[in-house]
């Protein structure tokens, strides 16, 4: 699997959890808010935490918290999605604007075009 796919997935998947789990530090807690079963937080940290090679979570005094390793995981989750989000707006600026120069391409050149070969046509 690549990186660039894994980030994607941890980004659906695993940003989530992490935000709530560092809200609450409960993961029955972050289930019920988001949802999902405990099981699947649980299944979820753990095959990540398998791919990092660190802990995400550890638990203090009956509370789960995150981890240093965690918490810059989220941290980088947010920064990329901040990042995805301000690029999907540059390039709905850019889509509107290139639709905005063929329209007047349009009508400047091709509709002035169009109607001086339908007049060659009709005599």
């Given amino acids: ?5 894994t980030v994607t997935i941890l980004n659906k998947n695993l940003k989530p ?3 709530e789990i560092n809200r609450t530090h409960s993961m029955s807690e972050a289930a019920r808010v988001l949802f999902v079963s405990q099981p699947y937080i649980s299944q979820t940290l753990r095959k990540s935490e398998g791919e990092f090679g660190v802990s995400l979570t550890h638990p203090v005094a009956g509370k789960i ?16 999605d901040k990042n995805l989000l301000r690029l999907k707006k540059r390039n709905d600026r850019d889509c509107l604007l290139h639709q905005r120069r063929n329209s007047r391409w349009h009508q400047q050149t091709a509709w002035p075009l169009f109607a001086a070969i339908r007049a060659a046509k009709v005599q």
Avoid at 1 to 5: A, L, V, W, Y
Avoid at 65 to 74: I, N, P, S
Wanted: no cysteine; glycine share 4%.
């Fill in 65 to 80: 918290t995150l981890t240093y390793a965690g918490q810059r995981l989220l941290d980088y989750l947010i920064q990329e």
């Fill in 17 to 19: 959890f992490l935000e």
């Fill in 1 to 5: 699997m690549s990186i660039k796919r």
